[in-house]
């Protein structure tokens, strides 16, 4: 059974850094992918970053690209989303993300449809 768990939010300021760190387990990221997004109040979910952890390959949604990185440990086991230069719009719930397999066909993608296992998320606060 996969199990995804987030941690690493908080409030901060405009402008301070957080990591953001998802601890995943009964999971294969082989072939696959794993992502980060985040939900605003009143706001649909939207894709933040994406990595192939096999290929090392990323995207990353324009709105932070530049000021945020997202990584894997060398086990495989913990996805990390670096925060850097935060602003009050990123505001909002992060969810974990991972897909069951269609990324080795499809690529990677932002889209919620392609990813079958979800985080509880973590809250970040970023206050300007």
């Known amino acids: 059974q996969v199990h995804l768990a987030e941690s690493g939010g908080g409030s901060v300021r405009a402008g301070d850094s957080l990591r953001l760190s998802c601890a995943a387990s009964g999971y294969t990221s082989s072939g696959k992918c794993m992502a980060w997004f985040r939900q605003a109040p009143g706001q649909e979910r939207e894709g933040v970053a994406v990595?192939?952890?096999?290929?090392?390959?990323?995207y990353y949604a324009d709105s932070v690209k530049g000021r945020f990185t997202i990584s894997q440990d060398s086990a495989k086991t913990t996805l990390y989303l670096q925060m850097n230069g935060l602003k009050a719009e990123d505001t909002a719930m992060y969810y974990c993300a991972a897909d069951g397999g269609i990324c080795a066909r499809v690529g990677l993608s932002l889209e919620t449809s392609q990813y079958d296992y979800w985080g509880q998320g973590t809250q970040v606060t970023v206050s300007s």
């Open positions: 990595i192939r952890p096999d290929h090392g390959h990323t």
